[in-house]
């Protein structure tokens, strides 16, 4: 079974361009999760799906940042534009279930770094 | 301030040594505690997962405990080898859906 995958491994970009983050889950994990981890700080909570429906996006930063899952499949996340504080490294996980039974699967992340 | 406190920050050990980690938080309502362990360049692999009602928790030479009373929990290293070399994690859940609070982990380096 593949795991979790996420593309690109790295960005650089200038500050005020856009970046766009996908996130692969296992197949039939209909839960999705972004995380991401900015510099010397704990990984931190961004976003939730349930299939295409976004349960829990109480951790999204600003409205620069832009979640999609359509079709319930992989995600994609959209930093526009991006600041410097914006630079880290971003998680994506996801699991069969949302209950406390299933395990989160996470993918290596994807590096992020806006100069 | 994180919720979820790790000690130490780091620890160098020589292999097959035992070590422990620390693990204190405040999240409440607490759900389940779940160790991490995630190698350089890698995403967070679990470890262990525990609910409240649960003290203890073993996976290979990887032992779990949790004291739902004084908010503490530990993981237990036993007969380190150089593969154990990683960041531990722990992290909490308020809820049943999966909406972690990580804390900020302890970087283990295990010697020859």
């Known amino acids: 079974e593949a795991g979790v995958t996420q593309f690109p491994s790295h960005s650089v970009i200038e500050k005020g361009q856009t970046v766009t983050l996908r996130c692969d889950p296992i197949s039939g994990h209909d839960n999705l999760y972004w995380y991401r981890r900015v510099m010397g700080k704990e990984i931190k909570f961004l976003l939730h799906?349930?299939?295409?429906?976004?349960?829990?996006e109480s951790g999204m930063p600003n409205n620069r940042f832009l979640a999609e899952r359509t079709g319930g499949t992989y995600s994609t996340l959209k930093v526009q534009p991006a600041e410097l504080e914006d630079s880290g490294v971003y998680f994506c996980a996801s699991s069969r279930g949302g209950g406390l039974s299933y395990e989160q699967y996470f993918g290596p992340g994807t590096r992020l770094t806006v100069t | 301030k994180n919720q979820v406190e790790q000690s130490p920050q780091s620890l160098i050990i020589l292999e097959g040594k035992n070590c422990t980690l620390q693990?204190?938080?405040?999240?409440?309502?607490?759900?389940?505690l779940r160790w991490y362990k995630q190698d350089t360049g890698r995403g967070p692999v679990s470890l262990t997962i525990?609910?409240?009602?649960?003290n203890t928790k073993s996976n290979g030479r990887y032992t779990a405990t949790l004291d739902a009373d004084t908010k503490q929990s530990s993981l237990h290293i036993t007969a380190s080898q150089l593969s154990d070399s990683a960041s531990y994690i722990c992290v909490v859940s308020a809820n049943s859906w999966g909406k972690l609070q990580f804390g900020a982990g302890t970087q283990v380096v295990v010697t020859p």
């Open positions: 693990c204190n938080y405040t999240v409440s309502p607490f759900s389940n």
């Open positions: 525990m609910t409240f009602s649960e």
């Open positions: 799906f349930v299939k295409e429906s976004k349960q829990d």
